[in-house]
């Protein structure tokens, strides 16, 4: 079975500063799909980021950046830049190819200090 | 833009009663998806839908049933509620092609009270 672990339940940063949320994942499969959801208190999920297995090259989408080590099964989100509104629960997540349902992570939650 | 719309967004209910929680998809979004998350817990899948068929099951109770109907809305049916059935219940919804590159677009959940 596939597990995603994170194993910062919280993170904190300044305003401004650079901070990176990690990821493990296991799985068997060779086609995937990993993303980084964030829930802020308004509890609706957002996609943040999303990396297909089989892509050599790390995902970017403007100041959300991550890190993907296929063989050490890592998949970190860097977020550059911090903003207030930042500040939120960060999913981990993945998901076979042809299968519908997505497995979370435990979550990390992010603190942005002012 | 139209978003995935679920209702009602607060349900309190007594144990063994019936609850059921409707979702509607983004218009042109054939595929459905139902998550429950526990207090302070990550998402688990439920079950799916894809142009009205089941397409996925995860871990759904069996007092659970659901169902998409011919306009692609989706009913999430609960009976004989437990207390450990307390948890905000997401209803995600994509097209057949945004399910592969994970564009689900989830509602703000129904969040679900049992007494």
């Known amino acids: 079975a596939q597990t995603v672990t994170q194993s910062q339940p919280e993170m904190s940063v300044q305003e401004a500063e650079t901070v990176t949320l990690s990821c493990t994942y296991d799985?068997?499969?060779?086609?995937?799909?990993l993303f980084w959801y964030k829930q802020p208190p308004s509890r609706q999920m957002i996609l943040v980021i999303r990396?297909?297995?089989?892509?050599?090259q790390n995902a970017t989408e403007n100041r959300f950046s991550v890190n993907f080590q296929k063989a050490a099964k890592s998949f970190s989100l860097k977020i550059s830049d911090s903003q207030l509104g930042d500040a939120a629960m960060y999913f981990c997540?993945?998901?076979?190819?042809?299968?519908?349902?997505?497995?979370f992570g435990k979550g990390t939650r992010l603190h942005i200090l002012p | 833009a139209a978003g995935v719309i679920q209702s009602p967004r607060h349900l309190i209910k007594e144990k063994r009663e019936t609850a059921t929680l409707k979702c509607y998809p983004i218009?042109?979004?054939?595929?459905v998806y139902w998550y429950q998350q526990g207090p302070g817990q990550d998402p688990q899948f439920l079950i799916s839908f894809y142009e009205k068929m089941q397409s996925d099951k995860g871990s759904i109770p069996d007092r659970f049933s659901a169902q998409q109907f011919s306009d692609y809305h989706s009913e999430l049916n609960m009976s004989s509620l437990e207390l450990g059935d307390s948890a905000l219940y997401f209803c995600?919804?994509?097209?057949?092609?945004?399910?592969?590159?994970?564009?689900?677009?989830f509602g703000e959940g129904s969040r679900l009270t049992v007494l």
């Open positions: 218009p042109r979004h054939d595929t």
């Open positions: 799985t068997s499969e060779s086609d995937y799909y």
């Open positions: 997540a993945y998901r076979s190819a042809g299968d519908d349902k997505i497995i």
């Open positions: 990396q297909e297995a089989y892509k050599q």
């Open positions: 995600a919804s994509s097209t057949r092609l945004g399910k592969n590159t994970g564009e689900l677009f």
